[in-house]
Every structure is written in C-alpha cells, then in structure tokens.
C-alpha cells in the first residue's frame, strides 16, 4: 500500500513538475515576440537546469537502488531539454553583457555537475554514500533554484507589479514542491524530502504577493490600453482633417 501511495504521488509530483517546466513558455514566447528578454532574468533557468541533471543522476541506478527512484529520471529528463531550450532563447535575445553573464553562469553549473557525476561514479563504491554525495549537492542546488525567485520577489515588492513573476510558475513550483516532498518522506528519503520543506514556503509567498500586487498589472494595462485608443483617436482625427483640407483645396481651384 505504502508502495502504491508513493508511486501515485511521484506521478503526481511529475504531471505538476512537467506544468511547472513548461511553464515559461509564455514567458519566452512574449521574449521571441518583443525580440528582447526585457527585465526577465535567466538565472532561474540555470539554476533548474543543475537541479534536472543532478536529480536524473541520483534517480538513475548508478546512485540509486535499481530503479527506486524512476519517476525522478523521467520527469527531470524532460526538465532538461526544455530548460536547455529556454537558455538558448534567452541568450539569443539577451545584450552583449548579459550573453557573457549567462554563459559564465551555463559553464559553472555545467562544471559542478560533472565533477558531481564523476566522483560520486568513481570514488565511492556503494549506493548508500553514492546518494549522501549526489543528494547533498541536489540539496544545496534545489535551495538555490526555490531560492533564485527572490530576486524577483525583491523586485515585485519594490515596484508594487508582477509583471516580471509569472503567476503559473509561482503556482507550479508550489504544488511541486507540496508533492515531491511528499513523496520523500513517503519513501524516508530526506534529500527529496528537505529541498521542498524549503521550496513550499516561498512558493507561497510568491501566491501571496502575486494576489496583493495583481491588481497593479490591470491598471497599468488599462492605462496603456487607454493611451493606445486616444492616439488612434487622435490619429483617425488628423487624417480626416487631411482629407477635408485636400477637398476644400480642390473645390477651390475649381
């Protein structure tokens, strides 16, 4: 029963870990529209995409018993490819500055993981330190990545807006978190559990401000509607003033 209630949730925890990695979608597609990824930061990205590659290496057999923890491997599998996807949209809209920024950060994280992959593959020789090593690194990299919105939230308070703090990523990332620490302690696997005991908390503080601030968005899109009808207005108005001038114009010299 214990069995079937884990693997129910790992379901679970995949179906709302794939809405929350797919998430950015409409987040990158408004970057490919505008031509520039604005005041968006791929930090984010990054920092989920080391979270996939360590968590698809502590759910494969090298680290973990058989395929215990299999769930893990397909769903941050899928996680990788679409963040690698969305670094590379990010990078190919971003400034000069910001392309040196993302791709120091992209070398970094790609550094940390395969000295992960290699020691805990070479040096230790049993399943159990296998999954101590590659789960405190998951550890601190999960933090990082529940932790990184931060900066947004800072921003968020700051301009009293959540433009920048897309709702459905703030929604996902808190079910996700809610279920795959779930599915931790179902399986008494703290390094699954921990990184979420973190990540539920700030989940829901982003609901929190995204509910306080959301009303501030409306205004400032009615305002820019408003704007947007007035010089239409003003515009239809000059151009029938043309029309009537080039009219009288004529009948004149008639």
């Known amino acids: 029963m214990g069995d079937r209630l884990r693997l129910a949730v790992g379901v679970m925890g995949n179906a709302t870990s794939l809405l929350l990695y797919a998430a950015p979608i409409l987040t990158f597609s408004r970057v490919i529209r505008k031509k520039s990824t604005e005041e968006f930061s791929c930090f984010p990205y990054i920092i989920a995409l080391l979270n996939c590659l360590l968590y698809t290496w ?17 769903i941050n599998g899928l996680g990788i490819l679409l963040e690698l996807s969305f670094i590379f949209i990010y990078f190919w809209f971003a400034t000069a500055k910001a392309k040196m920024k993302v791709a120091g950060t992209f070398i970094f994280v790609v550094a940390i993981f395969t000295i992960t992959a290699f020691t805990s593959a070479f040096v230790f020789h049993d399943h159990h330190h296998r999954k101590v090593f590659v789960g405190s690194v998951g550890l601190v990299a999960s933090i990082a990545m529940y932790g990184s ?8 308070i700051k301009t009293k807006s959540v433009e920048y703090m897309p709702f459905y990523l ?6 996700a978190s809610l279920l795959w620490m779930a599915y931790g302690l179902l399986g008494n696997d703290l390094f699954l559990a921990s990184p979420n005991l973190v990540g539920c908390p700030l989940g829901l503080v982003q609901l929190v401000l995204y509910c306080k601030y959301r009303k501030n968005v409306f205004l400032e899109e009615q305002k820019t509607w408003d704007v947007e009808k007035n010089n239409d207005e003003k515009t239809k108005q000059l151009h029938v003033g043309i029309m009537m001038n080039g009219s009288t114009n004529i009948n004149g010299k008639c």
Not at 58 to 68: H, T
Not at 170 to 175: D, E, Q, R, V
């Open 170 to 175: 703030s929604l996902f990332s808190f079910l």
């Open 149 to 156: 919105p931060l900066v947004v939230v800072k921003k968020v």
């Open 58 to 74: 502590y759910g494969l057999p090298v680290i973990s018993y058989k395929w215990e923890n299999f769930p893990l491997v397909t």
